[in-house]
């Protein structure tokens, strides 16, 4: 075995290692893991590694670090964090240390970043929200290598929907939900900044970054002023969102919904529930039959629309302080 330094030039067999590994629950696609695992600012090059069979130089493991990097943004987020976003090794070659050495050189790195605590997954540009729950073998290694478990479990939800099933977007008499269009993005970051400041405002910043024109957000108004959102993702949207990262399982006409809120100052008047109906029938509108909602513990409340748990995550981090 020999490690190599984290290089797109090695896309492709990587992609290959994670669907012959994981391709049946998580199957990746080229285009998302450049998106993730690439063209983040925030991947640690020093903390991220490839090995390879030392004969072939075929691909067998990996593990990709990252670290805050981003400059010039109104918003960070994971300050004296690091994020392990994915360490994967070939189950022939599993019980040989590769993972452990792996593993070290990614630690090494991001405590030499700063980092005091890691957190397997939740990661900008992340694929998990921590380990698949029907991974304990995976979650057992962790633990070994001293991570430990954080309650409740994640979730993401699926809903399925059948040909004519009916759908509408909620009506109140003071305010109203509309598509969010571009020239929404100074109100709709303003919103984001004083409400949920944090990783949902970074990720509506890297939405207008990457050519969003405003379909990808529901906006609740009232009085002229956005007071709730709901983000929604399909097949064409300027990028892949989490939600519809596992496109291939979900169908042809998918999408996703998430995140969602309203400014505190305007809950308990029925707008919380409404802003996810209101999600639903603007991806309905458009055709979507299956929809996720990913990374929440509020499984009991989706219920109330249908939504039932799909995929589970353990949530595991480690203090190198």
């Known amino acids: 075995m020999k490690m190599v330094a984290w290089d797109r030039a090695y896309l492709g067999a990587l992609c290959q290692l994670w669907n012959q590994e994981l391709g049946e629950r998580f199957p990746m696609r080229e285009e998302l893991f450049a998106q993730n695992s690439f063209d983040d600012a925030n991947v640690l090059a020093e903390g991220s590694w490839i090995a390879l069979d030392a004969d072939t130089d075929r691909v067998i493991g990996f593990v990709v670090a990252k670290s805050w990097q981003e400059q010039g943004l109104s918003v960070r987020f994971g300050k004296g ?30 405590i030499a ?72 993005e100074k109100a709709l970051l303003r919103f984001l900044h004083r409400c949920f400041p944090g990783r949902w405002e970074y990720e509506a910043i890297h939405y207008f970054r990457r050519g969003g024109m405003g379909r990808e957000f529901v906006v609740l108004e009232k009085e002229g002023e956005i007071i709730g959102f709901c ?86 981090s480690k203090d190198v302080n």
């Not at 309650?151 to 099933?165: A, I, K, M």
Request: charged share 25%; hydrophobic share 40%.
């Open 81 to 110: 964090i690091g994020w392990i976003q994915v360490l994967l090794v070939a189950q022939s070659e599993r019980g040989k240390g590769i993972g452990r050495e792996l593993l070290a050189r990614a630690e090494r790195a991001l």
């Open 113 to 184: 970043h700063g980092a005091q605590k890691i957190w397997l997954g939740r990661d900008p540009y992340h694929y998990f929200p921590g380990i698949p729950e029907e991974s304990p073998e995976v979650k057992s290694w962790f633990e070994h290598q001293g991570y430990t478990l954080t309650e409740p479990l994640e979730n993401d939800l699926l809903c399925r929907y059948e040909e004519g099933q009916p759908f509408a977007v909620p009506m109140f008499a003071d305010a109203r939900f509309r598509l969010a269009e571009r020239a929404d």
């Open 231 to 316: 983000r929604i993702n399909d097949a064409h949207s300027p990028f892949i969102a989490q939600n519809v990262y596992w496109a291939e399982l979900m169908g042809e006409r998918y999408g996703g919904i998430g995140p969602l809120g309203v400014d505190p100052a305007h809950r308990q008047q029925g707008y919380g529930l409404a802003v996810v109906q209101a999600g639903i029938a603007f991806l309905r509108e458009r055709g979507v039959n299956r929809i996720v909602i990913d990374w929440t513990t509020l499984v009991s409340f989706y219920e109330k629309l249908g939504y039932c748990s799909w995929k589970q995550y353990a949530k595991y």
